[in-house]
């Protein structure tokens, strides 16, 4: 299809009486009847808004990935999407992205409201004046041990709303997004081209399959503590920025991606999926607040080594690059990174950063991840419940809630913090895999790998539906999982002593251990010149089983593990300070795809 022509400004939804509204956690928004019943009243008919529309849900949702096609009148390059990937513009350009999103919904919220014809009207009136989209923070546990994924977003397809005239049933816009007939033509790729509707670990591959977001939930339960660490990571050892924007030979630790073969999984259809917006809200925020602990860093000169519909590969971007297809006015001038540094000047900001100082927001983080994320482990963990910013910066969450407990540091406020680091190239199996790391023994399934209780994390290469393989022209990528929590949680057990050096290296060589899955399409029958057996699979099964793949067969793949020397911090204010990251080789020297001595680091 070809996308309706004309400039659509993007500016944000507008601020009244001056004062700048918050993006709320999902959860705490949840707690404000009137602003969520607008919120899904409004998500609900903007799903189904004329799709012929520059501004409707499918056609902005489509700007990610598929179907290839130009919007607001931007000429491609490439026949790709027009998102920003492996790039130093990705938080950037996703920035004006939600917004877009944001500005159209906040639209709708205004009409909803205005339809409500009682003695609530103005309740709501004042309620839509303030709506901006929520975020859905992934890293941060629930107030009451409920599952991390929302209620609302994996409960049912159908949802009931309490309003001021009564009950109603609604389709569940957060559930799943219902494509349009017509939309099959613009989707090349099977199953995307057969399912109705958006899918999270679909059950199969035909037009009958369904969601099983219980397996969603079990994955992200199962992941919570790790994406705590790494957010947490982030912020405090990462102060540039193009090491916290960039997957591209930088550590990157951005969170919640799908790993089960839905919409999510693949970046070309990712953008489809309702909790889309949620997860980029989310990373958005995690930018907000890293760029107001480290104001000094910013969007660096950097060659596109994959590029977009909009920027050639090998291009050299900036911070004035043009964040294409995102247009700043109707006279056609576009949103750069430059332009979007401050949200307050887009329309909105959030609980930890809005009016906050550096230690006011690194005690609001503390607040909320320290007891979870193993990262600010200290004697502080139980003072950090009852700090006064929490239950403001919760946001209708908590960190009071069941956890395993980490045992303090040394007397001296020392602690090693370990690491293991991730290095592959990106286009190594042609699709989306998944690199899962371990400590302790795990089941040879690896169907079950995501539900382990020794799996300490998974990392995430999400690519295109069709990934050509260029060995020399392969972007190497990078990823963290942290393991200084799932130590400390095994010393509690009285299995190793992490004061001993020597003896947490051993526990290391034995225990730690990685394997890596795929639930793509395809499969490569050859990877760097080696046979992978895959002859004996259906499509379907290529699409909804985890396949082990060879760790030894993928190219690039390096696992190493790192340590850091680090100083607790000694106010709930504060951030630990970390000293510089030494490697281990000789924890991975000599396994399959173990970073050895003499490698390059």
């Known amino acids: 299809m070809r996308r309706q022509a004309g400039s659509f400004a993007i500016s944000g939804a507008p601020v009244i009486n001056g004062s700048i509204p918050q993006r709320l956690e999902i959860r705490q928004l949840r707690n404000n009847n009137a602003q969520w019943n607008l919120y899904l009243l409004a998500l609900n008919r903007y799903q189904k808004m004329n799709q012929s529309d520059v501004r409707s849900y499918y056609q902005l949702s489509g700007i990610h990935g598929r179907p290839f096609a130009e919007w607001d009148g931007v000429p491609m390059v490439q026949d790709m999407g027009y998102c920003s990937h492996t790039s130093n513009l990705f ?48 890293a941060a546990p629930s107030a009451d041990g409920s599952p991390v994924l929302p209620a609302p977003v994996s409960g049912s397809e159908y949802i009931v709303l309490n309003l001021p005239n009564g009950s109603i049933t609604i389709d569940n816009p957060l559930y799943q997004y219902k494509f349009a007939v017509s939309d099959m033509s613009d989707f090349p790729d099977s199953p995307f081209n057969v399912w109705p509707h958006t899918m999270r670990y679909p059950s199969g591959q035909t037009a009958t399959a369904t969601s099983q977001n219980s397996l969603v939930s079990r994955q992200i339960d199962q992941s919570q503590n790790t994406y705590a660490q790494r957010f947490v990571n982030l912020l405090q050892a990462y102060p540039r920025f193009a090491n916290f924007s960039n997957s591209a030979w930088t550590p990157n630790a951005l969170g919640y991606d799908s790993r089960n073969g839905g919409h999510m999984a693949v970046i070309d259809y990712a953008g489809y999926d309702p909790v889309f917006w949620l997860h980029h809200a989310q990373v958005d925020r995690l930018l907000a607040i890293w760029q107001a602990l480290h104001p000094d860093s910013y969007v660096e000169s950097s060659k596109e080594p994959v590029g977009s519909a909009a ?39 959030y609980p930890e950063i809005q009016g906050k100082s550096q230690s006011e927001i690194k005690a609001a983080v503390n ?5 979870t994320s193993g990262v600010t482990i200290s ?50 199996l042609e699709q989306t895999f998944f690199i899962h790391i371990f400590l302790g023994d795990f089941d040879p399934d690896p169907k079950k790998w995501s539900f382990e209780p020794n799996l300490v994390g998974t990392h995430s290469i999400i690519t295109p539906y069709v990934t050509k393989r260029d060995p020399l022209q392969s972007t190497i990528v990078t990823g963290q999982i942290p393991l200084t929590r799932a130590l400390r949680v095994d010393e509690q057990a009285k299995l190793l002593n992490m004061t001993d050096e020597v003896k947490t290296k051993e526990y290391l060589t034995k225990n730690l251990h990685w394997r890596i899955t795929t639930v793509g399409p395809t499969l490569p029958v050859r990877v760097a010149g080696m046979a992978v057996d895959s002859s004996s699979l259906t499509q379907a099964e290529h699409l909804m089983d985890d396949k082990d793949v060879p760790r030894e067969v993928i190219p690039d793949l390096k696992i190493s593990v790192v340590a850091a020397n680090v100083q607790a911090a000694k106010a709930d204010d504060e951030f630990p300070v970390w000293g510089e990251l030494k490697v281990h080789t000789d924890i991975t020297d000599g396994r399959p795809a173990g970073l050895g001595v003499g490698d390059d680091v």
Not at 118 to 124: A, F, I, K, P
Not at 367 to 371: D, E, G, R, S
Not at 396 to 408: A, I, K
């Open 311 to 349: 920027i050639a590969q090998g291009a050299q971007t900036d911070v004035n690059t043009p964040l294409k297809p995102f247009h700043s006015d109707n006279a056609g001038n576009f949103w750069t990174s430059a332009g979007v540094t401050n949200v307050e000047k887009l329309g909105y900001s």
């Open 91 to 138: 938080a950037t350009w996703h920035r004006p992205y939600v917004v877009a999103f944001e500005q159209v919904l906040y639209g709708i919220v205004q009409e909803v409201a205005t339809s409500i014809q009682n003695d609530t009207q103005r309740e709501y009136q004042a309620a839509a004046s303030t709506f901006r989209h929520p975020y859905w923070d992934w």
């Open 367 to 371: 607040a909320l991840y320290a007891t």
């Open 379 to 428: 004697r502080r963990q139980v003072q950090s419940s009852t700090n006064e910013l929490a239950p403001l910066v919760a946001a209708g969450l908590s960190n009071d809630v069941p956890f395993e407990p980490v045992p303090d540091p040394p007397a001296s406020g020392n602690y090693t913090e370990w690491l293991t680091n991730i290095r592959v190239a990106k286009d190594a």
